[in-house]
């Protein structure tokens, strides 16, 4: 019984600090605006356990890096489709072409 109290003692505020930094961690992948970061932060300092447990089930369902890459696809295949004019107004000169595109131009 006094071990399973002394690795409960022990293990509960490694949970504390593990949760708080993963949800900094994973706060700052998904998030752009500064103080929703640190709101989630704090409060999984401020709660232990309980913080990190409502930030996993309130959190954006992707990342900025998945969001991003999600809108080039769409943006990509609506210029496939001609659906879009141009791509130059929304896509930095720096983008690489689409699969899609490197395939239709090599065809046509």
Excluded: C
């Excluded at 080039?72 to 489709?81: H, I, K, P, S």
């Excluded at 130059?88 to 490197?102: G, I, K």
Aim: overall charge positive.
């Amino acid at each position: 019984m006094v071990v399973v109290r002394d690795l409960l003692s022990a293990s509960l505020p490694l949970l504390w600090i593990a949760g708080a930094f993963h949800t900094g961690a994973d706060a700052r992948r998904r998030f752009a605006n500064v103080s929703a970061r640190r709101f989630w932060t704090a409060l999984a300092v401020l709660l232990p356990l309980v913080g990190a447990g409502v930030y996993l089930v309130v959190r954006p369902a992707e990342t900025l890096e998945e969001r991003r890459l999600r809108r080039r696809r769409v943006l990509y295949l609506e210029v496939a489709a001609g659906q879009r004019a141009t791509v130059r107004a929304t896509l930095p000169a720096t983008a690489p072409a689409a699969p899609e595109l490197q395939r239709k131009a090599a065809a046509g």
